[in-house]
T-cell receptor, first 113, second 114 residues
Framework: AQSVAQPEDQVKVAEGNPLTVKCTYS??????LFWYVQYPNRGLQFLLK??????LVKGSYGFEAEFNKSQTSFHLKKPSALVSDSALYFC???????????FGKGTRLSVIA | NAGVTQTPKFQVLKTGQSMTLQCAQD?????MYWYRQDPGMGLRLIYY???????DKGEVPNGYNVSRLNKREFSLRLESAAPSQTSVYFC?????????????FGSGTRLTVV
């Protein structure tokens, strides 16, 4: 069965600094990987996905993610953090069998001015 | 605006009461899902419907039932609410139960069982 780990419950960065939110996964076969963001009292919003192709995926709001097959990781990155990026971030994965997405526990990002 | 609509947004129930959470999408999506979100637990799948007329259990189905009323609507029913069902419930939809498709989420229902 597929699974996702987000090893950090919380990440704090200063505004203007680069940010990384970590995600590792376990699936059978090739993974299909997603990042979602949740702002307070809102539903989840899609940020980006990796299906195949380039290991560096670009998404919404200046975010990007790097797929690393050997390390089974899909870390979310942004070169320069904004205070408005403060939110809860979820990594999700599904495998080749078209099963529903499995989500990680989430990482709360706090960007400090 | 196109999207996924959940009702109600907030609800307080007494232990043993029943209720139905409603979800409707207007994007002509085939697949619909119910997740619950609890602190430190992330999102856990309750039930899903890959297409109209089909439903399947997810990770945490006990205490819940679902109905895929038509292509647009997917409801979640709590027959006898328990405090352990206090949570935020999210409905989501996707074009296909397919590998490359992400989900569109509703804004959630915050349920408290006392």
């Amino acid at each position: 069965a597929q699974s996702v780990a987000q090893p950090e419950d919380q990440v704090k960065v200063a505004e203007g600094n680069p940010l990384t939110v970590k995600c590792t996964y376990s699936v059978s076969g090739n993974p299909y990987l997603f990042w979602y963001v949740q702002y307070p009292n809102r539903g989840l919003q899609f940020l980006l996905k990796y299906i195949t192709g380039d290991n560096l995926v670009k998404g919404s709001y200046g975010f990007e993610a790097e797929f690393n097959k050997s390390q089974t990781s899909f870390h979310l990155k942004k070169p320069s953090a904004l205070v408005s990026d403060s939110a809860l971030y979820f990594c999700a994965v599904r495998d080749y069998r078209n099963t529903p997405l499995v989500f990680g526990k989430g990482t709360r990002l706090s960007v400090i001015a | 605006n196109a999207g996924v609509t959940q009702t109600p947004k907030f609800q307080v129930l007494k232990t043993g009461q029943s209720m139905t959470l409603q979800c409707a999408q207007d994007m002509n999506h085939n697949s619909m899902y119910w997740y619950r979100q609890d602190p430190g637990m992330g999102l856990r799948l309750i039930y899903y419907s890959a297409s109209e007329g089909t439903t399947d259990k997810g990770e945490v189905p006990n205490g819940y039932n679902v109905s895929r009323l038509n292509k647009r609507e997917f409801s979640l029913r709590l027959e006898s609410a328990a405090p352990s069902q206090t949570s935020v419930y999210f409905c989501a939809s996707s074009e296909e139960q397919g590998r490359s498709y992400g989900y569109t989420f509703g804004s959630g229902t915050r349920l408290t069982v006392v």
